[in-house]
């Protein structure tokens, strides 16, 4: 077309065609937004978890909530009745002695109960398959038909043999001095021993409060037990045992409380006392993994060989970080595909990729079918008539097209060397980022063949046959368009 004949054409804007509005065939490969979980969330032991992750305990709690009424409610009892009578009798510093007692056995147990005992991650998939592949190469294939290999190492320790077993649950070689808890499904470093009574594993980073724990109830325990006594003897002194029971009745139930209890909690206290001072684990003790009865050799390599250092070891070294980061947050996989919507139920959901190919020709088709009918070629530039002109494969301007079949797109013809596809390419930008059209020149319009390309006739002839070409693909495009909207 020669540039004067598009006047209409500079002042003509056309609007783009979003593609990314919410209709029924938007793409449904969008990244779904997922919350971000925290790994406490998904802990395969069998733990509870509050406060978000802050505290952690075994799921069998109903001994430890008996462990806290026996104590609240005996020091309760103690405040309230034998106090105020010891204060004025006595000395005012019983009450303050036994608040302090109390509040460091709460804060003990408290911290025993809630804290992370040394639990061990378990092995992720691709660590237990390498480990798996390790243990089949360093034991090799035997003759004599499979055999499971062994899963034990040994190692050594100060000049004693540790073996190293494997934890089928976790799928890890457990390190020394760890072993799995049945009831919490855990394999806990430096495990001593499961606790119900705290509701809670007693291993390497909870053991000290455990002890101090049971020691300072050791002293409450002694502490309440002999004042209530004090108290009934002053009372009887006064009024008699028979008037003394029945002024202070709450006396008795505290007497006979702490009379049953003491002496499991002074000899537990006493017994770990023992494993403190020869650094030994209960489950050590239990299995007699370092008694002389086992071999004269046989010796504890944790040792350090004086009472001093190994309580000092136990009660003020520091505390080692916790292995599974309760609180960290998952690492999120891959993007999922979002669900298709409401309009893409009874059509996307059953379609493959190549469906949404089909979709974005359809869009595409659309915007043909608006650039067509906003495009005036069909009115500013005289053309040649089918008797003129005819193209190979096309059909001539004054015949009618012949009728499509709805679902039935006929594919686009082609004509030598100047197919219709370039021909609108070339002239009509479908780009959705060009806003307007460009116009090719005479002299920048490629001659098709038989024509000389330096001749005016040839220019004319050529933009003459650029228009025809135009209008035929765009007419097609547009039934195409049509024909897919319809079917869609």
């Known amino acids: 077309m020669p540039p004067g004949g598009g ?29 971000a979980r925290r790994k406490w969330e998904v802990f395969p032991g069998r733990n509870k978890f509050f406060c978000n992750g802050r505290i952690m305990m075994a799921r069998q709690t109903g001994v430890f909530y008996l462990t806290l009424v026996l104590i609240l409610v005996t020091s309760g009892l103690f405040f309230a ?18 608040g302090i007692l109390f509040f460091f056995v709460m804060g003990t147990l408290l911290r025993t109960s809630f804290s992370d005992p040394g639990v061990l991650p378990r092995a992720t998939p691709d ?35 540790v073996k190293l077993k494997y934890c089928f649950t976790c799928k890890i070689f457990r390190p020394p001095r760890a072993s799995h808890c049945s009831l919490c499904d855990n394999c806990v470093e430096r495990f001593d021993h499961h606790c119900p009574w705290v509701g809670n594993c007693v291993g390497k ?22 004042f209530v006594i004090t108290h009934v003897i002053l009372r009887s002194q006064q009024t008699g045992f028979l008037n ?42 239990i299995k007699g993994s370092w008694s002389n009865k086992r071999g004269k050799e046989n010796y504890n390599p944790y040792s350090y060989g004086n009472i001093f250092t190994n309580c000092c070891v136990a009660l003020c070294g520091p505390i080692s970080p916790s292995l599974i980061d309760r609180r960290g947050y998952i690492q999120s996989d891959t993007p999922q595909p979002a669900a298709p919507s409401n309009g893409m139920a009874a059509y ?70 100047l197919t219709a596809e370039a021909a609108l390419t070339d002239i009509l930008p479908l780009k959705d980022e060009h806003v307007g059209h460009q116009f090719l020149t005479p002299e920048e319009a490629p001659s098709p063949p038989r024509l000389l390309a330096g001749s005016p006739l040839a220019h004319s002839r050529t933009m003459h046959v650029l228009g025809l070409a135009s209008q035929d693909s765009l007419h097609e495009d547009s039934v195409r368009g049509l024909v897919k909207l319809s079917s869609v």
């Open 7 to 35: 006047g209409p054409m500079k002042d003509c804007e056309y609007s783009q065609i979003s593609t990314h509005s919410s209709s029924p065939m938007e793409s449904p490969h969008k990244k779904k937004k997922i919350a």
């Open 127 to 161: 660590e237990a398959a390498d480990l798996e592949r390790q243990i089949d190469i360093a034991n090799g294939t035997s003759s004599g038909g499979y055999r499971p290999p062994p899963r034990t190492k040994e190692v050594i320790i100060n000049g004693q043999t």
């Open 205 to 226: 980073r909870n053991y000290r409060f455990f002890y101090m724990f049971i020691l300072s109830l050791s002293f409450l325990t002694v502490f309440i037990f002999a």
């Open 81 to 98: 009745f034998d106090c105020p009578y010891l204060a004025v009798k006595i000395t005012p510093a019983i009450p303050v002695v036994g």
């Open 348 to 417: 996307g959901a059953t379609q493959s990729q190549s469906d949404m190919c089909d979709q974005d020709q359809c869009i595409q088709s659309t915007k043909f079918v608006l650039q067509a009918a906003a495009t005036p070629l069909l009115q500013s530039e005289p053309s040649l008539t089918s008797d003129e002109l005819h193209l190979p494969g096309k059909p001539g301007l004054g015949t009618p097209c012949a009728s499509l079949t709805l679902g039935q797109p006929t594919p686009p013809s082609s004509m030598p060397n």
């Open 244 to 285: 003394a029971l029945k002024d202070s009745p709450a006396s008795v139930l505290e007497a006979v409380v702490c009379f049953f209890s003491v002496w499991s909690i002074v000899g537990l206290s006493g017994f770990h006392t023992y494993l403190i001072s020869s650094n030994q684990t209960t489950n050590e003790d």
